[in-house]
């Protein structure tokens, strides 16, 4: 029996296409990691609430969404660096990929060092307790708070390339675990100022936002002087020439990343200027408790956008079908698990935060219903990404980013804080058959038009 087993095993880590073989090794790796960084999440909600209070905590929730939007301002490089360098190692064509990666990491340097200067200069004549609805929630300024998550997500943002390169060169796990290093990292400080300081949202933010930069750069010293090191930035390969062909797929991205982040990222200011920043705190406990369902999918699909790049760079288009149709089923029970966590989510909201915050149940289902969507979404996203077809997506995720706040705003307004879930559900909804159809008419070869670019 216990032979039989480990043949099982042996055969499962070892058999199938070379490809494969690199993606299903990916995920392995990454749930163990992944799984670990969501126990570390969970954890972390309630210490943090317990530090600062439901309303502090949800002012911290919107100034990181606010930051958020700024990610959209590296015009889409560290995607296009993804897909550049996964095509060139497909094809054998190194010797662009250190002038990619010199070139991204420095015009990433000079992007974040404009974003903060106009940052500081427009911020600084806002009142930005009362432009976040935040005036009755504490007593101080709140501009030098924005002001330290802003500067720590600038240098985060100079060092995020890293992720593009690791998940590129098909090793997207070790991505996730600079991400749980950071996360970790997070949770150790955030308790010890539990223990040795009094509730401050200035010295939480400084740390919740200072922990993953410390790790990013750790990350890019010792990968860039290891496994790594032939593809390490240099300043005499920075080619601002060569930034026009990372533009030329990153331009694109950049527009489909703006409108994801509208579309996606905008829940929190949406309901902290309608409803207050303490429903900005029960909206994210619900999200965070059906992000599990996120995280898994993603986990799983994440190797498959430069898998999808090397197999569109080979033609091997049965493939690319044969790994859809299994992310259908697998989606079939991610929906299956969704829909128990629904069931179950009054019971693990007590257990988990002990009534600290309580969740409407209509919140509860209407969240599961939007990780489904979004997650079989996720499945042509990410090969119309990979293959690089990107126009309908970009027309898409653009049109219902503009439809999104109003949306939201109309619907918060007549049915409550699950207004805004119900606005992403009906646009993610239209998304989804416009790309399920071109993805099927581009592996078919059928595309033709728009639905081929």
Not at 112 to 137: A, P, Q, R, T
Not at 287 to 299: D, M, P, R, T, W
Not at 313 to 318: S, T
Request: hydrophobic share 50%.
């Amino acid at each position: 029996m216990i032979s039989f087993l480990k043949n099982k095993v042996l055969g499962f880590w070892n058999g199938g296409h070379e490809r494969t073989l690199k993606i299903k090794r990916n995920i392995i790796y990454t749930f163990l990691i992944k799984g670990t960084s969501v126990l570390v999440g969970f954890v972390l909600i309630p210490l943090t609430i317990g530090y600062l209070n439901k309303g502090q905590y949800g002012i911290w929730l919107t100034i990181a969404s606010l930051v958020t939007w700024m990610n959209t301002f590296d015009i889409g490089l560290s995607n296009g660096l993804r897909n550049k360098m996964a095509h060139s190692l497909a094809l054998g064509e190194k010797d662009s990929i250190v002038k990619y990666i010199s070139t991204t990491y420095a015009m990433l340097f000079l992007i974040s060092l404009m974003i903060f200067g106009i940052f500081f200069i427009v911020g600084s004549f806002f009142n930005w307790n009362e432009l976040l609805n935040i005036k009755n929630s504490v007593s101080y300024n709140i501009w030098p708070i924005v002001l330290i998550a802003l500067g720590s997500f600038c240098v985060q943002f100079f060092l995020q390339p890293i992720n593009s390169v690791l998940t590129a060169t098909h090793q997207p796990f070790k991505s996730s675990l600079i991400l749980l290093a950071g996360q970790v990292l997070t949770f150790v400080l955030t308790y010890l100022l539990t223990i040795f300081t009094k509730g401050s949202l200035f010295t939480l933010v400084f740390v919740v936002a200072g922990s993953p930069l410390f790790v990013f750069l750790i990350a890019n010293i010792y990968y860039f002087n290891s496994e790594l090191k032939p593809y390490a930035p240099k300043f005499s390969h920075i080619d601002f020439g060569s930034g026009r062909s990372l533009l030329s797929v990153g331009g694109v991205f950049f527009f489909i990343q703006m409108g994801a982040v509208v579309l996606y990222q905008t829940d929190n200011i949406v309901i902290t200027r309608t409803l207050g920043p303490d429903e900005v705190t029960t909206f994210n406990v619900a999200y965070k408790y059906f992000s599990v369902i996120s995280v898994i999918f993603g986990i799983i699909m994440n190797p498959y956008w430069s898998a999808f790049t090397d197999a569109s760079a080979k033609n091997d288009w049965d493939w690319i079908k044969h790994s859809i149709r299994k992310m259908r089923i697998i989606w079939l029970y991610i929906a299956g698990v969704a829909m128990l966590l629904y069931l179950f989510s009054d019971i693990f909201y007590k257990a988990w935060l002990h009534n600290k915050v309580i969740v409407p149940n209509i919140l509860s289902l209407t969240m599961a219903i939007y990780v489904i969507t979004v997650s079989w979404q996720s499945i042509y996203a990410y090969s119309l990404n990979g293959i690089g077809k990107l126009r309908m997506q970009l027309i898409f995720v653009v049109t219902t980013a503009i439809l999104n706040i109003p949306l939201s705003v109309f619907l918060i307004r007549r049915v409550g804080i699950s207004g805004t879930v119900i606005a992403n559900i009906i646009l993610v909804f239209i998304m989804n058959v416009v790309f399920a159809y071109q993805v099927n008419q581009i592996v078919k070869q059928k595309a033709k038009g728009i639905w081929n670019k």
